[in-house]
């Protein structure tokens, strides 16, 4: 019989290291495990804007689990049933959108832990505890569980410190996109006042002992981030580097044949 391993996400974050990350939107088990031997430290496996559901995520985490590389959930809603599936099934770092106040954060953490520490339903066994191979899972399962509420408006944004506080929460991850929509900046992820709160986010959830992460769409960014304090930020997704890859082929090969002569008949 084996021990549960320690949570490695949760890991890096107490060590101060900062993780650069990868985001899948695909749904593809083969592009998460290419992404993963990208160099990535951890990958997002997006739930909510994604084809992917909750019943496609465990090949996604076996592919990961082959790469090396942590996988993070960000789960599609707040609903417990869903939020102890993906637990079950071994997924233990998890983001979970639009989180606007404290008392939305402890109820995740209710559900999330088993009892005395919250109301999860048990269950041994699952793949969360490798089908009864570890056998100190369910006595330890809520030390390993890191839960990321998104702040994702500027309400959310002013009450960051206190969300990051509440007992449970493993760290804050603010939602550039959604916050610019709120501020009527919407696809201006780098207005001056979207970085503005990002700053404030990241500098209240440290004055609580927590870490902040986003996502941004290149590297430039990312390095801002890390900049105003941020510890984990993923860069882009497959998805977009996929079609804008394709696109540049496209456009530069257009380019390199429009001196050529009309084909003839």
């Not at 071994?90 to 402890?106: D, S």
């Not at 009892?115 to 399962?141: C, I, K, Q, V, W």
């Not at 990051?164 to 001056?192: E, K, N």
């Not at 902040?212 to 930020?233: I, K, N, P, R």
Request: with cysteine; net charge negative.
């Amino acid at each position: 019989m084996a021990k549960t391993p320690p949570n490695r996400f949760k890991a890096a974050l107490a060590q101060g290291r900062r993780l650069f990350g990868a985001w899948s939107m695909s749904g593809s088990p083969t592009i998460a495990e290419a992404l993963g031997w990208g160099g990535a430290d951890f990958v997002v496996l997006d739930l909510e804007h994604s084809p992917t559901s909750i019943h496609g995520m465990l090949p996604l985490l076996q592919a990961l689990d082959a790469s090396g590389a942590i996988p993070v959930v960000r789960m599609s809603s707040h609903d417990r049933i869903a939020l102890k599936h993906a637990l079950d099934l071994g997924a233990n770092t998890l983001y979970f959108p639009f989180v606007e106040t404290p008392e939305a954060a402890a109820a995740l953490v209710d559900a999330a832990l088993y009892p005395p520490h919250g109301s999860r339903g048990f269950s041994r066994m699952n793949r969360a505890s490798r089908y009864l191979a570890y056998e100190d899972y369910g006595p330890t399962a809520h030390e390993d569980v890191v839960l990321i509420p998104q702040l994702e408006s500027a309400q959310a944004i002013a009450r960051a410190g206190e969300i990051a506080a509440v007992p449970g929460v493993g760290a804050v991850f603010v939602g550039p996109g959604d916050l610019a929509v709120s501020l009527g900046l919407m696809g201006q992820i780098g207005h001056p006042e979207v970085r503005a709160l990002m700053a404030q986010a990241a500098k209240a959830a440290r004055t609580v002992g927590k870490a902040c992460g986003t996502v941004l769409g290149d590297a430039e960014s990312a390095a801002w981030a890390f900049s105003v304090g941020y510890q984990f930020v993923s860069i882009s997704n497959d998805m977009a580097t996929i079609a804008a890859g394709a696109r540049a082929q496209q456009a530069e090969t257009r380019r390199l044949v429009e001196g050529l002569a009309p084909l003839s008949n």
